[in-house]
């Protein structure tokens, strides 16, 4: 089948849908994106989705093309037209159409471009296999928190983690403190069960799956810090996991050369599974 794509106005079939080679996204990564989970043929999170893209817009001074609801009925088109019932719609927003020049243009119309991306169902079973993560210097700029198109670092560390046999890689500051993965936010279980996962900032992006499973814990009772960790404290976790609206929570049973706790996935990331999993059925039931 098909697949379509909508790009500054209209809608046109995926091969053959364009970008102006003047666009600031291809010039300068001048531009922002987000990317929303479709479960059981619902947008998952939508409204958090849209409160951090007006959030980086305005962090790049770029306006809100449209308004929150039109943008809305969009992604419903695009996840129609595909006939999505898992996976996720891409939201790519530029500065826009303009001459090659690093100062902002003026009377510049922000670029939108919306595509959509199927996925299996989310396989439980595998999920509980785990995975492994390597650690590599975060050599991304100084403002993660805007949820920039701009992901070179984030994509050369993604690859090398690949040729390691890792699935993400999580990026170590200059204290030796671990910020987040490529695309992902890093938490873990402390040997007493405390959750562990870094505070908000400059240094990491504000995941919407981190937000749902903080409100989850909570409602949980579980004992949950937002703070920084070391590496070495990863390395002597008695669980670790990772969160993305992608991979919605993934154990992490080793870290480099490291196994953590006995190398598989531990007992309150199964239970964070079962909520989590649950609060996805419920959202997707429209209770």
């Known amino acids: 089948m098909s697949r379509f794509a909508y790009v500054n ?48 817009l305005s962090s790049l001074q770029i306006p809100m093309p449209m308004s929150r609801k039109a943008l809305s009925l969009l992604f419903e088109r695009i996840k129609r ?18 001459p090659r020049n690093h100062l902002f243009p003026t009377n510049c119309r922000p670029s939108i471009i919306l595509t959509a991306l199927r996925r299996d169902a989310y396989d439980k079973e595998k999920v509980l296999q ?3 993560v390597i650690t590599l210097p975060d050599l991304r700029w100084k403002r993660c928190d805007i949820k920039s198109i701009s992901l070179l670092p984030n994509v050369l560390a993604k690859e090398e983690a690949k040729g390691k046999g890792a699935l993400e890689a999580w990026l170590i500051d200059d204290q030796d403190l671990v910020t987040e ?30 937000k749902v499973l903080l409100k989850i814990s909570q409602a949980g009772k579980l004992k949950i810090t937002e703070r ?5 404290e990863a390395y002597q976790a008695k669980e670790a996991f ?16 490291h196994k953590i ?16 999993e649950t609060y996805l059925n419920e959202e997707s039931d429209g209770t």
């Open 130 to 132: 785990g995975t492994k």
């Open 228 to 232: 920084a960790f070391s590496k070495e």
């Open 181 to 210: 993965g490529t695309s992902s936010n890093a938490w873990i279980v402390t040997q007493e069960g405390e959750l562990i996962t870094r505070y908000l900032g400059n240094e990491i992006l504000g995941g919407i799956t981190r």
């Open 261 to 276: 706790g006995d190398g598989k996935t531990g007992a309150l990331t199964k239970e964070l599974l079962d909520w989590y």
């Open 81 to 98: 037209k595909n006939l999505i019932e898992n996976g996720a719609i891409y939201l790519q927003i530029t500065r826009g159409i303009a």
């Open 242 to 257: 990772l969160t993305s609206t992608g991979t919605f929570i993934r154990p992490v049973v080793q870290i480099d050369d």
């Open 9 to 56: 106005g209209r809608f046109k079939r995926h091969s053959a849908a364009t970008v102006s080679i003047e666009d600031r996204g291809m010039q300068f990564a001048d531009g922002v994106y987000e990317v929303v989970g479709v479960h059981h043929g619902k947008l998952f999170g939508m409204e958090d989705h849209l409160n951090r893209l007006e959030r980086s």
